[in-house]
Nanobody, 114 residues
């Protein structure tokens, strides 16, 4: 059973920043594409960003230029640096592989006040 433990969420004002972390027990982590997803109330979970084994990054258009995904292979951890946060970024954020596996963590709540 893969473990995914997200942390770093919180309440921040619009325009503020947060850094999310995700500690994983993913096997062969170095070779996996890792990603962040988010789910806002009443909406489906959506892809936010991914980073592959070579460090290539993909972002959903709405966060380009504001969010940065990174990884620490030695610690099997994935990060999401979020800057210039907007109220529409408020959601529960999850990490997972890409494509996603069936194992999900508890997520970390991000709340952005306007």
């Amino acid at each position: 059973q893969v473990q995914l433990v997200e942390s770093g969420g919180g309440l921040v004002q619009s325009g503020g920043s947060l850094t999310l972390s995700c500690a994983t027990s993913v096997s062969f982590f170095n070779s996996k594409t890792m990603a962040w997803y988010r789910q806002a109330p009443g909406k489906q979970r959506e892809f936010v960003a991914s980073i592959d084994r070579g460090g290539n990054r993909i972002y959903v258009n709405s966060v380009k230029g504001r969010f940065t995904i990174s990884r620490d292979n030695a610690k099997r951890t994935v990060f999401l640096q979020m800057n210039s946060l907007k109220p529409e970024d408020a959601a529960v954020y999850y990490c997972n592989t890409f494509p996603q596996s069936t194992s999900w963590g508890q997520g970390t709540q991000v709340t952005v006040s306007s």
